[in-house]
């Protein structure tokens, strides 16, 4: 459990569907987890049993996982529900979302993905609170919404702006320093508190050398992606690009 350090607890709930699954032969279906979650899920089933991650739409964040006796499909009993509003009576946000379907008294487990897009809400949810979602959830805010199951796949892609940096080399603390504009003491000590992630998972070595194409959050400070290494220069730094997600 030392390698899943702060999320000992969460290992062990997983540990234990998995000896439910094996034990009863049955399918166990998770409720929704999330990135952090499902990256310590990936690590823990590995080749061990059969499983399948699925959060409704193609790049979800938040997925429920069905763990399997045998190699087989799963009803992962997701519904998208969708809502449209008016802008001219309030902009509505992911945070008003959440706290709508949370003043419900609705667990945020039963929540996969919350999506604002062009004056639609299309909220991913547990099949079996969608009717209780349906009939109670009917304002936001000061906006009126009706909700309707959807069906169709929704075109959505995360808003990063990218760009470049030069850094000494490709360790966790240079890229820390780099990214959030500190010290490199200071990005040690980020590390050391456990204020940092890479592809969800906390990391505390400093010495640690990310790869392309990772996904580092720093607590306070965002979420960054390390899309690649672009060349060296003279002096043999590296200039590398870099987003910030918004």
């Not at 519904?79 to 992911?94: D, E, I, R, V």
């Amino acid at each position: 459990m030392e390698h899943f350090r702060g999320n000992e607890e969460f290992a062990k709930r997983v540990y234990d569907l998995m000896d439910q699954c094996e034990r009863r032969k049955r399918t166990i279906l998770t409720p929704f987890f999330s990135p952090d979650q499902i990256s310590i899920c990936e690590q823990i089933l590995g080749k061990q049993v059969y499983y399948k991650i699925d959060g409704g739409n193609d790049g979800a964040e938040r997925c429920r996982i069905a763990i399997l006796p045998y190699e087989e499909d799963a009803d992962m009993k997701i519904t998208c529900l969708k809502a449209t509003y008016s802008s001219q009576f309030a902009t509505l946000s992911h945070r008003d979302l959440l706290g709508a379907l949370l003043n419900l008294g609705l667990e945020r487990e039963t929540l996969g993905d919350l999506l604002v897009k062009d004056n639609a809400i299309y909220i991913f949810v547990d099949s079996e609170i969608e009717n209780y979602i349906v009939c109670n959830l009917t304002k936001i805010k000061r906006c009126s919404v009706h909700f309707q199951p959807y069906y169709e796949k929704i075109e959505y892609t995360q808003n990063i702006i990218y760009r470049n940096l030069i850094v000494s080399s490709l360790r966790l603390d240079v890229l820390v320093s780099a990214l959030v504009n500190v010290s490199r003491k200071k990005a040690q000590d980020f590390i050391r508190a456990g204020y940092v992630k890479v592809n969800h998972i906390v990391l505390d070595e400093s010495s640690y050398l990310c790869n392309n194409n990772s996904v580092i959050s720093i607590r306070g400070h965002g979420r960054f992606h390390f899309k690649e290494v672009i060349k060296r220069t003279k002096k043999d730094h590296l200039v590398i690009e870099t987003g910030k997600y918004q």
